[in-house]
């Protein structure tokens, strides 16, 4: 399973740790995915994703899962995700 936001596309950054000393070692930054699941109510049933708890925000923001989706760019969704949005067209 990979470490990417179902939603976003939000994956792991690298950066460096820096010492008092000013020492710098590589280092990964991973995004805070959390499994959730999610309630279409066009659909009328929940899907589990793995999400970032930013993009729990912005889902909580724009009004649910189906209003998030309705305006996310297909680029930055997942394949789960991508069929999901098609699923909310055809309804």
Known sequence: MSRVCELTGKGPMSGNNVSHANNKTRRRFLPNLNEV??????????????????????????????????????????DRALKIKRELAKA
């Open 37 to 78: 699941s999610l309630l279409s109510e066009k659909l009328g049933r929940s899907y589990q994703l793995r999400i970032s708890a930013a993009a729990l925000r912005s889902v909580d923001h724009r009004g649910g899962l189906d209003a998030f989706l309705a305006k996310a760019k297909d680029a930055e969704l997942s």
